[in-house]
């Protein structure tokens, strides 16, 4: 027991927690910090007028038809979407299905195909594994965290399939 306890405590201290932390968290939110207000806070601004853009157009994002087409020890997903006006490089487009048996979920991106219908419809592709129904899976829209906001934190936007 005494062994143990030697072993984990360097482990599990209150001096290792605060040093994480600041590593991992206070270090790099104070960069993040300056980057947005330096040159009088031109990023900040830029970064508000691309959370307010999402939001006005996140509630006409439309998922249209997706199709599941069984392959050879996967499916091929195809996803027809309506952005309305926004930009793929903003968006993650990922299809989702619980974990099975108390696994994590499994979260796939999907690839836009670079040419879009007339219409403006954009098509998303991905394979994912054939170990579950097509029907476990579904479409979801979160935004990318290249975009230089904290996903969830400053925006928690998500659309799901219905």
Known sequence: M???MGALVTQFSADRAVRDYTQYYYLPAAADYRARAADESRLAVQLTREREDLSVRWAHI?????DMQQQVGHYAAALHMDLDGLSPDQLRVQL???????????VQ?????????PSGVLIYHAEVPDDRPAQAYTARVIVNNTTGLAVPLEV???AWQR
């Open 2 to 4: 005494r062994c143990s």
């Open 156 to 158: 928690g936007l998500i």
């Open 109 to 117: 991106d999907m690839v836009v195909d670079p040419t879009a219908l």
């Open 62 to 66: 439309r998922f249209l038809h997706l």
């Open 96 to 106: 989702y299905a619980e974990g099975l048996a108390g696994a994590p979920a499994d």
